[in-house]
């Protein structure tokens, strides 16, 4: 049995890689309406901000927790909207951006349409004339399978730097 539980967890492993390069994709072509469409309705799209503790002290789901930004489906549909507008000034001229995911890992699949997925990123920008940026981390997720497609319901994102001066990727 335990062969088979291996096998499947393979294949669904194989199959998020492919959504997740395939959403790194949209992020990359500025393709950003159809990344939004990726998520759920009742999306939670948040970064904790990390404290500096002993391995295994930190509590992300703490009350009260200090986020670089914790948003919803409306506050991620204005922020694409205004990325369009022109009147994103820290997006003008627009980023250069490439992202990279890796070390993909089903954490959970409490059945065949709800699974919680790891995995890790770094994000290159570069902006004319400016600094270039690398942001690194790690995400977890929870993506749930509607119309046959699979949904983001829930991104936390966890990043391995001390301080992050400027946000403005979607990761």
């Not at 759920?40 to 295994?56: C, F, H, K, M, Q």
């Not at 909207?81 to 409490?110: K, M, Q, Y």
């Not at 749930?144 to 966890?158: A, G, H, P, T």
Request: glycine share 4%; net charge negative.
């Amino acid at each position: 049995m335990a062969r088979d539980d291996e096998h499947v967890s393979t294949e669904l492993r194989h199959e998020f890689e492919s959504v997740l390069i395939d959403e790194y994709w949209f992020l990359d072509n500025n393709q950003l309406d159809s990344w939004l469409g990726l998520m759920t309705d009742d999306i939670r799209y948040w970064a904790p901000v990390r404290e500096n503790l002993s391995l295994g002290e930190e509590d992300f789901y703490q009350p009260d927790l200090l986020t670089h930004f914790d948003e919803d489906r409306i506050t991620m549909g204005l922020r694409v909207a205004r990325l369009g507008t022109g009147f994103a000034h820290a997006e003008e001229p627009p980023s250069r951006l490439r992202h990279f995911v890796s070390n993909v890992r089903i954490l959970a699949a409490d059945d065949a349409n709800n699974v919680k997925v790891a995995s890790n990123f770094i994000i290159f920008r570069s902006r004319p004339g400016y600094e270039e940026h690398l942001f690194v981390g790690s995400r977890r997720d929870q993506w749930v399978r509607k119309d046959d497609n699979w949904r983001l319901q829930e991104r936390m994102i966890i990043f391995d730097h001390d301080i992050i001066e400027n946000i403005t990727v979607l990761v």
